[in-house]
């Protein structure tokens, strides 16, 4: 009996499955990665041998997943000391911290998952067995995380099954995100309920405004009114624009580890509706709703539950509608034009001048040429009969003007004269003042030609040292306004009679043009 059951346990003994098991259960009960067997079967012999390779086999996989579990935490630790502690080695991926729903502390685990399996090696051999805010902490491999572990071959998933495990699985990664998404149906709601007015009315395809011009229209202004409302809110607008524009403004820009952005919502979503929908995964300490009903801001009180939430309310269907949801960006709303002030002081430590009261008083006047960038005016299409006094004459009724001159060369058919090359410079008295005229200004009327004016990309400079040289407009053009817009993604079937209704009420429009090819359609650029 008992020998025949030692022998069957010694057979079974080397399968995978309850080696697995029993290396588990070591861990679980804090045996430090040592087995426990009976004295006397084969495995007391090759427990060593056993085990070291066991350890091999586990670094192999930890350099694959990257995903550490630490226990014997301290339970007051929080996610920022960990991350402080492991990020030494290498970017983290996530970080993971269990907290009990009773006390809202630590239970003194946590998962670490690094974005190169090899920082995780290196991370476990240099902390493993260290001391940590009082404790010993104890650093094994984890599992591999979910989207690392293989499914069953025997489940045969169907297609709308897989896709859905796709999109969950892929939201989160920030491509997938877009902060200022509105579902059209939704826009309809809310600019007929603005207006009064039925919503099929505002979607009829009678009148002289197509419905598309109309939707479009609507909600251009929900756009804005929603960005006020997220301004409000701890959502800077620099930050929005940053994410629009993409690149790497986009990815660096810091998001929440707590308030998740909910969009393509309902228009008959209530605050209670959402509330009730995420309350199931934690405390929730603050949920907004926008004017509109477009948008929704859930913030909790644990970085734990808003991941938990995040991952099971993903394109989770509310009232028919598939929920997108996006880590809130955050940013500080700063003063009227922070760009301005940003620029100014990163001239200022570019060119290595302190703003500290004793240095101002003694500085050198080449100093002050380089506390002069960003109050330069670049003004183009100037009368060639404009002189640099009806120019200074223009800006000077209304701001303080330290210097403003129009650039000339030879006169190669009369010599000793000199002739304007339709352009010139005008230096301000400060950024902000600059940064005014450039609003008011761009595109007034002086000698009947309409000025172009940018900001120079160099600081202020006299004729004598403008004379005959160009403008780089490579550098000159970045980041400046003009009057000229390209509108990409246009639908194939919109027409220049669609396009002129949208963009006219805006202003006055001077031409719109198209590019086509072969086919009737347009090629989706204007």
């Known amino acids: 009996g008992l020998e025949e059951g030692l022998e069957e346990g010694e057979g079974w003994e080397g399968k995978e499955g309850w080696e697995g098991e029993e290396r588990e259960k070591d861990r679980d009960h804090g045996k430090g990665g040592e087995r426990v067997v009976v004295a006397g079967t084969s495995a007391s012999v090759h427990g060593k041998a056993r085990g070291a390779a066991d350890d091999d086999v586990e670094e192999e996989t930890l350099a694959e997943h990257g995903r550490l579990f630490l226990r014997n935490l301290a339970y007051d630790v929080t996610d920022e000391d960990i991350q402080a502690l492991f990020r030494k080695f290498g970017p983290l991926s ?12 630590a239970k003194g685990t946590a998962y670490v998952h690094y974005s190169l399996g090899e920082h995780a090696v290196r991370a476990m051999a240099a902390l493993d067995g260290t001391f940590f805010q009082g404790r010993i902490v104890h650093i094994m491999p984890s599992q591999a995380p979910p989207r690392y572990a293989t499914k069953p071959s025997g489940v045969a998933a169907g297609f709308k099954a897989s896709k859905e495990e796709q999109l969950k699985a892929s939201a989160g990664s920030m491509h997938n995100w877009n902060t200022l998404f509105m579902r059209s149906d939704a826009v309809g709601d ?14 009829s395809s009678e009148g002289e405004v197509s419905a598309a011009v109309r939707l479009a229209q609507g909600e251009t202004h929900v756009i804005q009114q929603t960005k006020e409302w997220l301004s409000q809110h701890g959502i800077s607008l620099e930050t929005l624009q940053s994410i629009a524009s993409g690149g790497v403004a986009a990815a660096s ?11 393509n919502i309902a228009s008959s979503v209530t605050e209670q ?10 405390k929730v300490g ?24 995040f991952r099971g309310l993903a394109y989770s269907k509310l009232q028919g509608a598939p929920l997108f949801l996006e880590w809130a960006p955050i940013g500080v709303t ?34 002050e040429v380089d506390e002069s960038e960003g109050c330069t005016l670049f003004v183009k299409n100037l009368n060639f009969k404009t002189s640099s006094a009806d120019l200074r004459a223009l800006f000077e009724c209304r701001w303080r003007v330290r210097s403003a001159s129009v650039v ?22 400060s950024p902000r003042d600059a940064q005014q005229a450039l609003r008011q200004l761009h595109n007034s009327r002086l000698d009947d030609h309409v000025l172009q004016i940018k900001m120079s990309s160099r600081g202020a400079s006299g004729p004598t040292s403008n004379a005959g040289k160009l403008t780089d407009r490579s550098s000159a053009d970045v980041g400046t306004v003009t009057s000229t817009l390209m509108v990409r993604n246009l639908p194939f079937e919109a027409n220049k009679k669609e396009v002129r209704e949208l ?14 090819c072969h086919s009737p359609y347009h090629i989706n650029t204007l």
């Open 190 to 203: 809310a600019v007929a309920s603005r207006y009064g007015v039925a919503k099929r009315d505002l979607l």
């Open 334 to 367: 700063g003063p009227a034009s922070p760009t301005l002030a940003d620029g100014e002081e990163a001239a200022r430590g570019s060119a290595g001048v302190s703003t500290s009261a004793e240095q101002l008083e003694g500085a050198e006047p080449s100093e």
């Open 94 to 105: 996530e970080v993971h911290l269990p907290v009990d729903k009773n006390t809202r502390r």
């Open 253 to 263: 820009t810091e998001r929440s580890k707590t308030m998740i952005l909910i969009k």
């Open 503 to 516: 963009f006219s009420t805006f202003g006055q429009l001077k031409t719109v043009r198209a590019l086509y």
């Open 273 to 282: 509706a959402l509330s009730a929908l995420f309350g199931k995964y934690g």
């Open 408 to 429: 000339r060369k030879k006169d190669p058919k009369h010599a000793g004269e000199t002739i304007s090359m339709g352009y010139g410079f005008v230096e301000l008295s």
């Open 286 to 309: 603050h949920l907004m709703l926008a004017p509109a009903n477009t948008l929704a801001l859930v913030e909790f009180l644990e970085v734990g539950d808003a991941k938990r939430a």
